[in-house]
DNA sequence: CGATGGATGAACT
DNA sequence: GTTCATCCATCGT
C-alpha cells in the first residue's frame, strides 16, 4: 500500500486522529524495517486547547508544528521521545500524538531496542513506541509520506464500534482535560492504559 | 492489581 | 526556578 497522502492530513485533526486508527507505521532502519499498527491517538488542536505545545504561539522546540501536514513533529519529554503527525495547512499548528502500536514488523528487533518485553509492551505508550522505532529528534520535520518513515492503510476494514473515544493521557486539569480528543480501538491489548 | 515518586533535560518564566 | 502530551521500579493492598 502507499502511503497515505498529504490530503489525508489536511482532513479536521480529530477525524485524522480517529482515521489514523488500524493504519501502519513502519520506520525503515539500518538494522531493518520495524513498526506496527496504529492502536491509540491524541488530537491536539490550534484553538482552545491549552494543552497544546502550540497554544503560547511559535518556539523553537514546536516549529515542526507549523511546518506542512504529513511531517512528523518529535519532541522530548524527561528522557523520552514522543512521535506527531503534523496536520492542517501550513501555519495552523496541529497535530496527531502517535501512542500506541500492535506491532507487526521487525518485532525482534524492536524487542533488542527495548530490552526484553513483551509483545503488548513493546509500544504500549508514546515514549516506548520511539524507542522501539529508533525514533529521535533527528526525525523531527521529516516527511512521514516517503522512507524511511511512513503511513499507510492496511487491507483490513475497521468497524466503527472498535473506536472508543475519551479523554487524554497526562493532561493537567486546567488545560482541557476534559476534552474528549484521545481515540483508541478498544478491543486492542495494545494500547498504554484503559 | 493501583498508587507513588524519582530520573532527567530542555523550554520557558 | 518551574513545568512537563513519560516510564519504570517499588512499594502498598
Avoid at 151 to 160: E, F, G, Q, T, Y
Avoid at 172 to 181: T, V
Amino acid at each position: 500500500m502507499p502511503p497515505l497522502p498529504q490530503s489525508f492530513y489536511l482532513q479536521p485533526t480529530p477525524q485524522v486522529a480517529r482515521d489514523l486508527l488500524g493504519c501502519l507505521l513502519i520506520h525503515e532502519t539500518p538494522e531493518g524495517p520495524c513498526g506496527g499498527l496504529i492502536v491509540e491517538t491524541e488530537a491536539y488542536l490550534c484553538a482552545d486547547d491549552p494543552a497544546c505545545h502550540a497554544a503560547l504561539g511559535r518556539t523553537k522546540r514546536n516549529a515542526a508544528m507549523f511546518g506542512p501536514p504529513g511531517h512528523a513533529y518529535v519532541y522530548r519529554i524527561h528522557q523520552v521521545f514522543c512521535l506527531n503527525l503534523v496536520t492542517a495547512p501550513e501555519g495552523v499548528a496541529e497535530a496527531v500524538l502517535l501512542r500506541a502500536l500492535e506491532p507487526t514488523v521487525g518485532a525482534d528487533l524492536m524487542r533488542r531496542r527495548r530490552g526484553q518485553h513483551a509483545l503488548k509492551d513493546l509500544c504500549s505508550g508514546p515514549g516506548k513506541l520511539c524507542q522501539a522505532l529508533g525514533i529521535t529528534l533527528v526525525h523531527n520535520g521529516l516527511s512521514v509520506m516517503q522512507p524511511p518513515l511512513y503511513v499507510s492503510r492496511v487491507p483490513a476494514s475497521l468497524r466503527d464500534a472498535q473506536v472508543t473515544q475519551t479523554t487524554r493521557v497526562g493532561i493537567h486539569p486546567d488545560k482541557g482535560a476534559e476534552l474528549p480528543l484521545r481515540f483508541y480501538l478498544g478491543d486492542s491489548p495494545f494500547i498504554s492504559r484503559r
